[in-house]
């Protein structure tokens, strides 16, 4: 059975990149193309970054996690408040990363609904463990980027305030006006917090 390649290149952009995907985000439903979005990014600098090279490969990351978003999804983390703006951020990481939506569901999430609510390094460890007996592209992963990609996931997590700084998993409080946003055939996505079943039956209603 053929399995989709892991990927591990979100800890190019370190972190959520909520301010710049936002701008970003506005810029494409001005412009309608993200290769102009970022023709544009790129001859003005509008990350501000110091080199060319750093400046596109950070560019082209943050699209490639906006690409994965719906134009109502796009329009909403323009329009709404800084909290769905990172739920949505959030969705678009686990949509690009197969990685970071398999440790959503099967780490983060089933942790919360056993009524563990601490996530720790060691929960992360395991999980890496476990999912290089079936992607051997992770045991090809150096134990110093293994650590860097573990840091970066963490520090996601907290900016999507899915995580305190004392690693306690945060409930998420999803809003009917964001799934309404999400396309039907991507409702599974809500799976990707921390929630009851009971909260995400409550929000469809």
Known sequence: MSRKRYSTSFKTGNGLFSRESVNLASLYMELGDWNVVRDKVVSENLLQFRTQNTLKRFCSEVISRLKTLSFDELRLLVETNPREQRYLLWIALCRRYSFIAD???????????????NLNYEDFDSFFNSKSEWHPELDRVHPRTRA????????????????????????????????EAMPRGKRRDLLFFPAFEADLRQVAQ
């Open 148 to 179: 860097s990609v573990r840091q970066v996931l963490f520090r996601i997590l907290r900016e999507a305030d899915l995580l305190t700084v004392d690693n306690v998993i945060n409930a998420a409080m999803l809003s009917p006006r964001l799934l």
């Open 103 to 117: 440790f959503a569901i099967e780490v983060l999430r089933e942790r919360y609904i056993s009524l563990k609510f």
